[in-house]
Structures are given as C-alpha cells and as structure tokens.
C-alpha cells in the first residue's frame, strides 16, 4: 500500500511539473509576442512607409 502511495504521489508530482513548465513556456511566449508588437509599432512609429509594404505582403 505505501509502495503504491508513493508511487501515485510521485506521478502527481512529475504532472504538476509538467503543467509548470507549459505554464512557464506560455509565460515566455506571451512575453515574445509582447516584444514582438512592441517593436513593431516602434518601427511604424519611425517609419510610417513600412506600414504600406507590410500590407502589400500580406496581400501577396
């Protein structure tokens, strides 16, 4: 009985690990795409031509 107690206790532990991870990659991804528009509207700010070539390229 403990043996198996220990067993599903380590299998939750290796889950919550799990579920950490993936909530710590998101975090990273959501920061990425933030710097990501950041930068973006900093270059539409300087240059407000690159907004008509983004466009263009969509369109293509």
Not at 19 to 29: F, I, R, Y
Not at 49 to 57: A, G, H, I, V
């Amino acid at each position: 009985m403990t043996v198996q107690r220990m067993h599903v206790t380590v299998q939750k532990m290796r889950v919550t690990v799990q579920s950490v991870g993936l909530t710590v990659q998101k975090a990273c991804v959501t920061v990425q795409i933030i710097a990501l528009t950041v930068q973006r509207t900093r270059v539409t700010m300087l240059h407000p031509s690159t907004k008509e070539r983004d466009s263009s390229r969509f369109k293509l």
